[in-house]
Antibody, heavy 117, light 107 residues
Framework: QVKLQQSGAELVKPGASVKLSCKTSGYTFSTSYMSWFKQIPGQSIEWIGMIYAGDGGTGYNQKFKGKATLTVDTSSSTAYMDLSSLTTEDSAVYFC??????????WGQGVMVTVSS | DIQMTQSPSVLSASVGDRVTLNCKASQNINKYLNWYQQKLGEAPKLLIYNTNNLQTGIPSRFSGSGSGTDYTLTISSLQPEDVATYFCFQHNSWPGTFGAGTKLELK
């Protein structure tokens, strides 16, 4: 069964960077797409971007270009998202999600990132 | 970006009621519309994909319909475990965009 296990909560200082991970199992990671999403608690969801694990090709929501960098490690079936130059506006829950039948069919549990001095 | 407008923002209904949630896109999205259920503190769960396809394991009381710019999620007989926020999501145009959500409560 498809599973996405995300790394633990992060508390980071303004201006710093953080790398989030999404470890997958139960499907062929190397020929799949992984999307990342942002959700401020109590608000809606934003699509950050998507990466194809086969060749590392990426597509980003213009809003997150320069903020997020998506990568994969096919040897460990893990996807990563780097968030840089963090501000309080980056405090949110971040989800990874994948799917064969449609974008974002299966989601990770989410990881809370808190940016605070 | 395509704007997705959900209505109502809050819906109160009783167990057993037929419930209809609406989602309107700012332009034609060619039925590339998914519905997600999100319970408090959890990740979104896919219910319906591409307007009317029921995700595996989702109860048949959930159904979707629509075309063009107007889409609907229907729960035929509301159950207590359906209390959640429901989001629509268009993936016809880049970037995909979500509605603001409909919070479904029990009356």
């Amino acid at each position: 069964q498809v599973k996405l296990q995300q790394s633990g909560a992060e508390l980071v200082k303004p201006g710093a960077s953080v790398k989030l991970s999404c470890k997958t199992s139960g499907y062929t990671f190397s020929t799949s797409y992984m999307s990342w999403f942002k959700q401020i608690p109590g608000q809606s969801i934003e699509w950050i971007g998507m990466i194809y694990a086969g060749d590392g090709g990426t597509g980003y929501n213009q809003k997150f270009k320069g903020k997020a960098t998506l990568t994969v490690d096919t040897s460990s079936s893990t996807a990563y998202m780097d968030l840089s130059s963090l501000t309080t506006e980056d405090s949110a829950v971040y989800f990874c999600a994948t799917g064969a039948i449609t974008i974002a069919a299966i989601w990770g549990q989410g990881v809370m990132v808190t940016v605070s001095s | 970006d395509i704007q997705m407008t959900q209505s109502p923002s809050v819906l109160s209904a009783s167990v057993g009621d037929r419930v209809t949630l609406n989602c309107k896109a700012s332009q034609n999205i060619n039925k590339y519309l998914n519905w997600y259920q999100q319970k408090l503190g959890e990740a979104p769960k896919l219910l319906i994909y591409n307007t009317n396809n029921l995700q595996t394991g989702i109860p048949s009381r959930f159904s979707g319909s629509g075309s063009g710019t107007d889409y609907t999620l229907t729960i035929s007989s509301l159950q207590p475990e359906d209390v959640a926020t429901y989001f629509c999501f268009q993936h016809n145009s880049w970037p995909g965009t979500f509605g603001a959500g409909t919070k479904l409560e029990l009356k």
